[in-house]
């Protein structure tokens, strides 16, 4: 099982990057995938999440208004859009896949995600 990540790498502030993230398997309905973030000396944070199912969305407080998670079915594909993108969000971005077997609330719980991709460093310059 594999998630291959492509996008990041470095960006003025206010800038933009897209992130794109791609499942080795179909990803079933009842799924959820999302990004998780990591800066230098902090946990990893839920940044966004998708149900596979409807497309419903979760954001983290800090970027709501200037990400946007989207999936692209056919491509077994979720998409991390971001806008305005601020120092504070330098880090490494990690997709994750919960393989929920049952429609399920949205978690901000890395143990809850059990597929993580290698990760892709964002930086962010002032």
């Known amino acids: 099982v594999q998630l291959q990540a492509s996008g990041g790498g470095l960006v003025q502030a206010g800038g933009s990057v897209r992130l794109s993230c791609t499942h080795s398997?179909?990803?079933?309905?009842?799924?959820?995938m999302g990004w998780f973030r990591q800066a230098p000396g902090q946990e990893r944070d839920i940044v966004a999440a998708i149900t596979w199912r409807e497309g419903k969305t979760y954001y983290a407080d800090s970027v709501k208004g200037r990400f946007t998670i989207s999936r692209d079915v056919a491509r077994n594909t979720v998409n991390l859009q971001m806008n305005g993108l601020k120092p504070d969000d330098t880090a490494v971005y990690y997709c994750v896949t919960r393989r929920s077997r049952v429609r399920s609330p949205f978690s901000s719980f890395a143990y809850d995600y059990n597929d993580w991709g290698q990760g892709t460093l964002v930086t962010v310059s002032s």
């Open positions: 398997v179909p990803i079933l309905s009842n799924w959820h």
